[in-house]
């Protein structure tokens, strides 16, 4: 049996126009911890993960384009929704205009949660052939100004729409692998901000463990080699990571370079892999093959496969963003993080 | 029309009180009006008593009109609080100007009074803030201030009108309120320092702004044909008209034009049976300077567009032929809300009576004059027309 | 706090979030936000949904500072300094106040097109209040 092609039709992506440096934090702190991050994006006071889910998802639409009465499922995900407890969905759906008897999905407990939004999603279209189910990831992750794990935490958004139709991008197969870790990076149910003990090796080793496992499997159930890949999509907690994970599967840094969008917008927790996917998107030749490799601690990963089969690219690009910035000082980032108490 | 007439004016100081609450205050302005009736007033006369409030001072807000009325010795008469923003004054007296017309009482007091020093500043502007469109124009991230930013801006861009314009309102009413003993602020200030005061919200500065204020005010209007038991000189209410208008700014058709104060004016005019050039004196609405720039061409004193000139060439100057808040107006003699209405009467009282506490305000010979009081961004306004 | 209701800001999210006027089956013009009888021609109480495209041109602007801001915006004015409040005319009739973003207030200019987008207004009892503001319309952004 031939199962229909699935894959990505359409995509939007939004990056925050104000950056701070890591210079600002050597003068702040004395170092800086994020590696190879060398400016982050910082989300201005009145903007917070749902409305950039619903400022990438009109994009994403558009880009089709498309109505959001047509879609037929609906996923949000981010670790720093403004509510622990409250349906995130409704707020963007209402907004975009998405039928409200649509099935959505909230995704929010670790920096997994938007390719698990996707994978729930691409289900939802291997199952309804004429569905289109959009995708939102949305983040700014915060932490303890003390804490060194908050140097890299940046902001940003992307969305993506999935059907059997139109396709920009296919889906060739995913896997996952999840597992028990703990002391990562983590937060409480009364916690506002992220904690992270700091065991370096033991994270790292749940990193490399969940993140080879997941995209190593798929690689095998999929019989691909390194090489038939042009593009490798990371989780970036900071630009050092993508290498780390990528040399143990036989990737090279050729194939990071696309999606290495982290050095200048630092790390989009949830909506990592998703953004760095649509610069890998506005990148890419039909033909190519992108593979997507995310992390949550907890600890889980997910990898997707895809290969490019149509031209179409967004406005404006993930590029574009990036260039489109205004910096603050310190002072000012502390007050839009709200750390001034 | 002379069928009503004011017999009696008082007013308390307008300022910050922190020893006197709205029943002290009323009790002030109500005394000053019983001193200031000719032939003595026998209290028990009043049957009626219209009082203009917005928020008591974070008081008492039901039945507030029967609880200022028993404090100053009118325990069981008919009392209402009428409420129209900043204008609830004008509508006060024009509410007791209807009794008496209807028949219903021949004599009965229209006031006003407002504390508003009681309360921090984030909960006075919570209170102003919901005098305009709150659902929208607040939730902009606007107060007063910014609504008439809005216009004052409009204006400029639209008619040219000039930063200097704007700061001259407050030169000459200041200016005036230096003379008057009862006003907030009783000094002038010069053209730069009202051009060079910090933005509060651009264009408008701080010197562009009235403040807020305590106070409170009653004048004593009786039917015309028992006038004489009061006074050999009374002053008659010719006319008054009132307007409602679109509470959001972004609603009404023009956002250079109060429509209300337009057509309150035009029912007044009628009805006294005058035109704006008829008028000698005026009272108006200078919360912001603005709101008095648009005053000029709402009341018809002059075309819309033209108000900057207009006082650049000094017509509403005392001297000039249309002087304009002779008293200080609301930006320096003060804005005690509920009370701001019937206060413009106490001073338009005094002066087509020639009775003015220093001559030097005095507008000599006037007898024709018209006040002119708006809720909020203009969402209501009354003109009154008052002659001698 | 303004303190508007949790129902009653409820009330106006299909205007907030997605720009729903009303056009007047009578004389055909558009009311945003909604009344009960169509301001223009004051007869009509028939209307039918429209969806606004969220696009118009600043009619005027004030720059709000310290001494402006309504308590609810006083902590935005201290963290980002002065605000731009603008009516716009939007591109269907209708004008409307909405407060401005992404734009330095010195750039704000009389006639500037702009378009609305959804943002974060502000918490009252620990619930945000969302709805649109606007920011300048620049093609392709």
């Not at chain 1, 981010?78 to 975009?96: F, H, N, Q, R």
């Not at chain 2, 413009?344 to 005094?350: I, L, P, V």
């Not at chain 3, 600043?58 to 001494?67: K, P, R, S």
Request: glycine letters at 10%; proline letters at 4%; aromatic letters at 8%.
């Amino acid at each position: 049996m031939i199962s229909m092609a699935i894959g990505i039709s359409g995509y939007g992506a939004y990056i925050p126009r104000l950056r701070i440096k890591r210079e600002d934090y050597v003068k702040a702190w004395g170092s800086f911890a994020a590696a190879g991050v060398n400016e982050k994006a910082v989300m201005s006071l009145d903007e917070d993960a749902l409305t950039s889910a619903a400022k990438v998802s009109k994009r994403a639409l558009e880009s089709v384009p498309m109505g959001p009465e047509r879609v037929s499922r609906f996923a949000i995900a981010s670790t720093s929704a403004p509510y622990t407890e409250k349906l995130l969905s409704g707020t963007v759906m209402v907004c975009i205009g998405i039928p409200q008897t649509t099935f959505s999905s909230d995704h929010t407990t670790s920096t997994r949660a938007g390719t698990e939004a996707l994978i729930a999603c691409f289900e939802h279209v291997r199952g309804n052939p004429a569905g289109h189910a959009l995708v939102a990831a949305a983040d700014a992750p915060r932490a303890s100004m003390w804490n060194t794990v908050e140097h890299g935490l940046g902001a940003g958004a992307a969305a993506f729409v999935l059907s059997g139709e139109n396709l920009i991008a296919e889906l060739e197969g995913t896997a996952s692998y999840a597992s028990e870790h703990f002391g990562e990076r983590f937060r409480s149910s009364d916690d506002e901000l992220i904690h992270d003990l700091s065991v370096k090796k033991f994270f790292e080793a749940s990193l490399i463990s969940n993140t080879t496992k997941a995209a190593g499997a798929l690689m095998k159930k999929l019989d691909r080699k390194p090489e038939e890949y042009q593009h490798v999509v990371v989780q970036q907690p900071d630009a050092k990571v993508p290498a780390s994970i990528g040399g143990k599967l036989g990737f090279t840094d050729a194939h990071l370079v696309s999606s290495g969008v982290s050095k200048s917008i630092g790390d989009l927790g949830a909506a990592s892999t998703p953004v760095a996917l649509a610069a890998a998107l506005d990148a890419a030749k039909v033909g190519d093959r992108i593979l997507v490799i995310s992390y949550g601690s907890g600890a889980g990963s997910d990898a997707l496969s895809f290969k490019v089969v149509g031209e179409r690219k967004t406005a404006p690009s993930v590029q574009a963003h990036i260039d489109n910035k205004e910096y603050v000082d310190y002072v000012q980032y502390l007050k839009l993080k709200g750390a001034i108490k | 029309m002379r069928k009503v007439a004011i017999v009696g004016a008082g007013q308390s100081k307008y300022g910050e009180f922190p020893d006197k609450g709205i029943k002290e205050l009323f009790f002030e302005a109500y005394k000053d009006m019983a001193a200031s009736v000719d032939k003595g007033l026998d209290p028990k006369t009043i049957e009626a008593a219209y009082v203009g409030n917005l928020g008591s001072g974070g008081f008492q807000l039901g039945n507030m009109s029967a609880l200022v009325a028993e404090y100053v010795g009118l325990p069981y008469i008919h009392t209402v609080r009428i409420e129209n923003a900043c204008g609830s004054g004008g509508y006060a007296l024009v509410a007791a100007v209807m009794d008496v017309l209807s028949g219903n009482s021949k004599v009965a007091i229209a006031g006003g009074v407002e504390k508003m020093t009681d309360v921090s500043g984030v909960k006075q502007k919570y209170w102003l803030g919901v005098s305009g469109d709150t659902e929208y124009e607040r939730l902009a991230g606007t107060t007063f201030s910014g609504l008439y930013g809005l216009i004052a801006h409009r204006h400029m861009h639209q008619f040219g009108t000039k930063r200097e314009h704007l700061s001259m309102v407050a030169v000459k009413n200041h200016k005036n309120g230096a003379q008057n003993p009862k006003a907030q602020f009783q000094r002038e200030i010069t053209l730069e320092q009202a051009m060079k005061a910090p933005i509060v919200a651009y264009p408008l500065n701080l010197f562009d702004c009235c403040s807020t204020t305590d106070g409170a005010s009653a004048v004593l209007v009786c039917d015309a044909d028992i006038a004489k038991q009061f006074t050999d000189t009374p002053v008659y209410v010719t006319g008054f008209g009132t307007s409602s208008d679109y509470l959001a700014i972004h609603d009404r058709a023009d956002t250079c034009t109060l429509e209300g104060t337009r057509k309150a004016s035009q029912k007044a005019y009628k009805m006294a049976g005058l035109t704006a050039k008829d008028i000698q004196l005026a009272e108006v609405h200078d919360c912001f300077t603005i709101a008095e720039l648009l005053a000029y061409e709402d009341l018809g004193f002059c075309e819309k567009g033209k108000a900057g000139q207009f006082i650049e060439d000094g017509h509403t100057q005392i001297g000039g032929d249309k002087p304009v808040n002779a008293s200080g107006g609301l930006k320096s003699k003060g804005h005690p809300i509920g009370s701001t209405g019937t206060g413009q009467a106490y001073e338009m009282f005094n002066q087509l009576r020639g009775t003015v506490q220093k001559p030097v305000r005095q507008v000599k010979g006037v007898e024709r004059g018209l006040i002119h009081n708006v809720g909020g961004s203009g969402g209501t306004v009354a003109v009154s027309i008052l002659e001698r | 706090m303004a303190h508007v209701s949790i129902p009653m800001y409820w009330r106006t999210i299909p205007q907030r979030y997605k720009m729903m006027g009303q056009k007047c089956k009578k004389c055909g013009a558009v009311n945003f936000p909604p009344k009960g009888v169509c301001k223009y021609c004051n007869v009509s109480s028939e209307f039918e949904e429209l969806q606004l495209s969220g696009k118009g041109k600043v009619h005027t602007f004030v720059l709000i500072g310290a001494g402006g801001a309504p308590p609810e915006f006083a902590d935005q004015e201290k963290v980002g300094g002065s605000y731009p409040v603008a009516i716009v005319e939007l591109a269907e009739g209708p004008k409307v106040i909405g407060q401005m973003a992404d734009i330095p207030p010195k750039e704000v200019k009389m006639g500037m097109a702009v378009r609305t987008e959804l943002r974060k207004i502000y918490t009252e009892e620990g619930v945000i209040r969302y709805g649109f503001k606007f920011v300048p319309d620049t093609d392709g952004k």
